[in-house]
């Protein structure tokens, strides 16, 4: 079963990680956000997420849980979101408190995506975590069903937190997602009725099998009756084919570094095309551009349509990691021109 917008158009979303440009400081990365934020808002984009990354110079987004309240007090038609809380990083009952807060707030706009990677490295997760039994522990689904069930009041009648209220207590539940790259998630969001989002910038090769399991796993919950489902996909738009790829290779460089083990803000253009790759180093970029969509304007609306189309989906999020703000903004311009009859109106 294959979700549909009502005029069988695609919607567009947007994954924000607040890049971090060298030059420049977290502080207007975050700015920046907000900045984009007020753009898609009128745009007519359908949901805004923001990313949980920790120890990772060139993302300053840490702390989703703060900037979805800030996106969603200078926005006024978006789904604000989180994309995602890394759950195993968090008790379930503060998540659980923090998103009912942000709904009550924000009624009817608030969006819970899930992840269960630690959005970081091994000795960063231990800070966060606070010990190695909890870095170890392999408990993701019995931590989301206490999650869910501090959203529903509804623990069994022997469960240890039976008596325990997530406040505000006659607050709504946020829409819960699944975020994955994998089948496990798939599989798991299907079964509990949720949605999920595949993260093909993460991981592009079993996005179609992931989505098919999804849906074919999908059992009907008080969240969603029939399967709900999108793809995260990284994008750079510019008006010409040319320029897209020029505007992409800042990415490049942070991806060959992440791989690497090294971090640091996003460089220029310049900077980064005037590294002398060696060979093994240009076949990883090569080979990192699976994840990539670059194009104009037109050469990206048959390529997400087509992606879109073979995924099964109604929605693509976009996140665009550019050294220039003025840069990312044009992106999302321009993509909003090719999609405009997906997106007004929504």
Not at 28 to 46: E, F, K, P, Q, S
Not at 64 to 76: D, L, N, Q
Not at 199 to 210: Q, R
């Amino acid at each position: 079963m294959h979700q549909q917008n009502s005029d069988g158009a695609l919607r567009l979303s947007v994954l924000d990680l607040s890049p971090v440009a060298s030059g420049s400081t977290g502080r207007n990365a975050l700015n920046n956000t907000l900045d984009l934020a007020r753009l898609v808002d009128d745009l007519g984009y359908h949901r805004y997420w923001l990313a949980e990354h920790h120890n990772t110079s060139f993302i300053a987004s840490g702390a989703p849980e703060v900037m979805i309240g800030h996106v969603a007090s200078v926005t006024k038609n978006m789904r604000v979101g989180s994309g995602g809380v890394m759950l195993p990083n968090h008790a379930p009952l503060k998540v659980a408190e923090t998103f009912k807060t942000l709904e009550a707030l924000h009624p009817g706009r608030i969006d819970l995506g899930l992840g269960r990677a630690p959005g970081t490295d091994s000795l960063t997760a231990l800070a966060l975590r606070g010990s190695r039994e909890a870095l170890n522990a392999d408990d993701f689904p019995e931590q989301l069903n206490d999650l869910l069930s501090f959203f529903s009041g509804e623990f069994p009648r022997n469960h240890p937190f039976a008596r325990i209220q997530a406040i505000p207590t006659d607050g709504d539940a946020p829409e819960v997602w699944l975020l994955g790259s994998s089948d496990f998630s798939a599989r798991l969001a299907g079964q509990l009725g949720l949605g999920f989002a595949f993260a093909h910038h993460i991981n592009p090769e079993p996005a179609i099998d992931s989505l098919n399991l999804y849906r074919r796993s999908f059992r009907p919950s008080a969240y969603f009756s029939e399967p709900h489902a999108f793809v995260g996909v990284s994008v750079i738009c510019a008006p010409t084919d040319e320029e897209a790829n020029e505007i992409a290779a800042p990415i490049d460089l942070a991806l060959l570094r992440l791989v690497q083990g090294r971090f640091a803000p996003l460089a220029t253009v310049e900077e980064a095309l005037a590294i002398d790759y060696s060979a093994q180093e240009r076949d990883a970029i090569r080979y990192n551009r699976q994840r990539l969509f670059t194009g104009s304007p037109e050469t990206l609306r048959v390529k997400l349509s087509a992606f879109a189309e073979e995924a099964g989906v109604p929605e693509i999020m976009i996140t665009t990691m550019t050294h220039s703000h003025e840069h990312r903004r044009r992106s999302y311009e321009l993509l909003a021109e090719v999609f405009r009859p997906a997106l007004v109106g929504v």
